[in-house]
Each structure stands twice: as C-alpha cells, then as structure tokens.
C-alpha cells in the first residue's frame, strides 16, 4: 500500500474543507437606479371633446392633510387619496376650472369658470357656500383675518366673509386694452393692503376693509399684452413684481413707489433660497439674484418658458412650457434629473403644489401627476 506523507494529507483535508464552505457564483444583474421624478399614480382630467378644439388646463391642485383636490373640466371638482389615488369625492359644479382650490380650516374653496365661488367640506364634498360673482374666477383665494380675496377675469377684485360667503366689497378696474391675456394676479395681502396685479399693466393697493383705491403704479409703457398677472411676491418690506415676461420691478408696498427695474425678464413670481432669490424666465433661464435683484448666476435650464418654481424634498421642481419638469439641485441649480410630461402639446400653465414629501403637477393636457 502506497504512504501519503504528512504534508499531502494535511493538503488534502485543507481542499475538502474549503469546498464544503465554497458558494456557487451567481453574476448580479445591474440594478438601475430609480428616477427621482417617477409618478405615484397619474389621472386622465380630459373632458371629452371635438378634433381640432383642444380642451386646455389651467387650474392648479391642491394637496392638504393626505388629499389631493382638482378640478376636472368636465365640471366635476374631485378629491383623491394622496397614497393611491382613489377618489374619496367627485361633485359636479357645470364649470371648468381656471385656477386652484385652497384649504381653509375644514373646507376647500375654490372658483369656477361660470364665476362661482364655492366652498366644500374637504372630507365629505359636501356645499358649504356657493356665491355668483358674475364673471370667470381667475385665482385662487387669499385668506386673511376672516375675508377672502379673488380677482375675476372682468379685472374686478372681490373680498368676501370666508366663512359665510358674503360679498363684502368689489373694486372694478377698467381696462382699455382689447390685447390681454385674460390671466389674473393673485391677490396678496401686506398689512393693511391687499396688493394685486392688472391687466392694463399696472400695480395696486386696496384698502382691506373697504377696497379703496390706495395708489397705482405703472409697470410698462407698452400697449398691448401688458397684463401684470403674477402674484406679488414679498420679502424684507419689499414688493417683486413684473408684467408678463417683462422686467422685473423692485417696489416699496406702502408708497407704490418703484425702487428698481431688473435687466432680466421673468415669468413667474420667485422662490426664495436663503437671502437670495431665484426667479424663471421666458426665455428658460434659472436667475438667481440677492434681495437688491443684482444677478449672482444664470443658467439655461430649457427652451420652453418657465411656468412654476417649487421645492420638493432637497431639490426644486421647475416645469416649463415644454412639456418637462426639471429637477435642480438647490445648492447648485444645475439640473438633476428630467421628467417628460408624455405629450406632445404638453405644459404646466398652472402652479405645482408641493409638500415634504409629495409633489402635485397638472398638465395643460389635463393629466394629474402625483410624485412621491
């Protein structure tokens, strides 16, 4: 019989240990890395409609304690579950929708198209209040000290009792111009002012309490498409306002008093980051400016207008007339990442809701997006 040295024996149990222990090899597919724009859920709003009259979407959702709410332009203001997107409400108002619902305490209330303005409990659908203001509600309401503020499309801005729905005052502004935009500026309200944009290219203050004229301002010397339809934005006691895709105007809210005009146009009111503002242009461009408006960086970010700009977890969502939305990154305002509406004559002409955690987006072609 053949004799296996020592060292040949210990070799040989070393190589039966080891393969007793030896995984299989299994290569590991690559996983791609999920988009940080990828939609929840998504709902077809379109009404049904004739070739060649393309129905357009306007309003805006609103996203309020774990329920999104938006109109659809068949008439019907509808209610869904933030998680999945289940219809909690659908009531039928005979209206399309041009602007935004707004939470107040335990109701939404919102314009139509007809010129009604209605309140509904937010849970239950159920009317609180519907009052006729005569002509198309163009924003959504501002909210403060027991009143709320609309302005219509006859360039008219109403306050109403918030919790009755009884008009309280109404100040019509006349408007000479046959070339508008038929948009509206939102109402903001600044102390004892309510501030608003019109369109006849000027800025003004009302009286809260009775809707007094306090002063005008002219913003441009154009004569046609003049329409200051964005909301005031205001920081530090100063008011930043603009003409649509006109320059900027840099006003002290209690004198009207212009205090500077930027060397850049922009088309929506802006967001703020830390001391600095960041504004959209019509051009697509992302400004960014110190509170002074004097420009710190500028980058081109799409060929499409800039619509809407909001924050959404550690970035801003920006959506544009090009039927995208961009992701920044909010440190450096480079884009992140980009999400494609899906349509050919898709936009965003609305403003997008956002929350901690969730982001709402309603297309012009009437498709609501909730990203999560």
């Given at each position: ?70 109109g659809h332009n068949t008439g019907y203001m509808q209610a869904y579950e933030l998680e999945n997107g289940r219809v909690i409400w659908s009531e039928f108002d005979g209206s399309a929708y041009h602007a935004g619902a707004i939470a107040y305490k335990d109701q939404v209330i919102y ?153 850049f146009a922009t088309s929506r009111a802006p967001v703020l980051r830390d001391d600095q503002l960041i504004f959209g242009t019509p051009n697509g461009e992302i400004v960014l400016t110190d509170k002074n408006l004097n420009p710190l960086k500028t980058i081109k970010i799409s060929k ?69």
């Amino acid at each position: 019989m053949k004799k296996y040295t020592l060292p040949l024996v210990l070799l040989f149990v070393v190589a039966l240990s080891s393969c007793s222990t030896m995984k299989q090899y299994a290569p590991k597919a690559d996983v791609a890395e999920k988009a940080k724009l990828t939609p929840s859920w998504i709902k077809n709003l379109d009404p049904v409609y004739d070739s060649g009259n393309l129905p357009i979407g306007l309003q805006s959702p609103l996203i309020n304690e774990g329920i999104v709410y938006a109109g659809h332009n068949t008439g019907y203001m509808q209610a869904y579950e933030l998680e999945n997107g289940r219809v909690i409400w659908s009531e039928f108002d005979g209206s399309a929708y041009h602007a935004g619902a707004i939470a107040y305490k335990d109701q939404v209330i919102y314009g139509t198209v007809q010129g009604r303005v209605i309140s509904r409990h937010g849970i239950l659908g159920t009317i609180k209040y519907s009052v006729d203001l005569g002509a198309s509600v163009e924003t959504k309401g501002v909210v403060y000290n027991g009143r709320i503020f609309f302005q219509l499309r006859n360039h008219q801005v109403f306050c109403l009792d918030v919790e009755t729905g009884k008009i309280i005052w109404g100040y019509k502004r006349s408007v000479p111009y046959l070339t508008t935009l038929q948009r509206a500026s939102t109402p903001v309200v600044y102390k004892d002012k309510v501030l608003v944009g019109f369109a006849d290219g000027t800025f003004a203050a009302l009286s809260v309490d009775e809707g007094v004229l306090l002063y005008e301002t002219k913003l441009t010397t154009a004569t046609k498409f003049v329409d200051v339809d964005n909301a005031a934005f205001i920081y530090a006691d100063r008011v930043y306002i603009s003409p649509a895709g006109g320059h900027l105007s840099l006003i002290d809210p209690n004198s009207g008093k212009i205090l500077r005009t930027s060397d850049f146009a922009t088309s929506r009111a802006p967001v703020l980051r830390d001391d600095q503002l960041i504004f959209g242009t019509p051009n697509g461009e992302i400004v960014l400016t110190d509170k002074n408006l004097n420009p710190l960086k500028t980058i081109k970010i799409s060929k499409g207008t800039i619509t809407s700009i909001v924050p959404y977890k550690t970035y801003f969502a920006v959506s544009t007339t090009a039927g995208e939305i961009k992701l920044l990154d909010q440190k450096s305002l480079e884009v992140v990442e980009t999400f494609s509406l899906g349509h050919a004559y898709s936009a965003v002409f609305g403003d997008m809701m956002s929350t901690p955690d969730a982001l709402a987006v309603l297309s012009s072609r009437n498709r609501l997006f909730i990203f999560r």
